[in-house]
């Protein structure tokens, strides 16, 4: 009588236990970093309209106004919406600029959304 070769049933499902555990894991450690990239990519842009914001005021220092500031901006094909304080120093003359940057087209109600935060401080020119 021939012996057969191979493996059972049960060596097969256990085998196949295994890759399934293994393919899930991994799938999930994939869709998390994709996640985390959008994340980075969502910074780098709310960083550059922030610092567009805060030159925007460095420009124009000679118009330079106590306020709150702000509307809704498209770049790379997303909505955004900047949100700029300018508020006096203690110092004569200095104003600190604080720019905030949310996800959306409109301002929303909990300032905890914000994607990125950046703070200035300028001076007026002496004329």
Known sequence: MRRMSGFTLLEVMIALVIFAVAASALLLSDGNAVKRTAQIQDRVVANWLADQA???FYQDADNLQVG???GP???SGRDWYVQSDVTE???AGFYRVEVTVFAGNQLPE???E???DL???LHKPLR
């Open 54 to 56: 805060i030159n925007h």
């Open 68 to 70: 709150s500031f702000g």
């Open 73 to 75: 901006q498209v770049m």
């Open 89 to 91: 120093t203690d110092k």
């Open 110 to 112: 909990n300032k905890k």
């Open 114 to 116: 914000a994607i990125w």
């Open 119 to 121: 703070t200035g401080f």
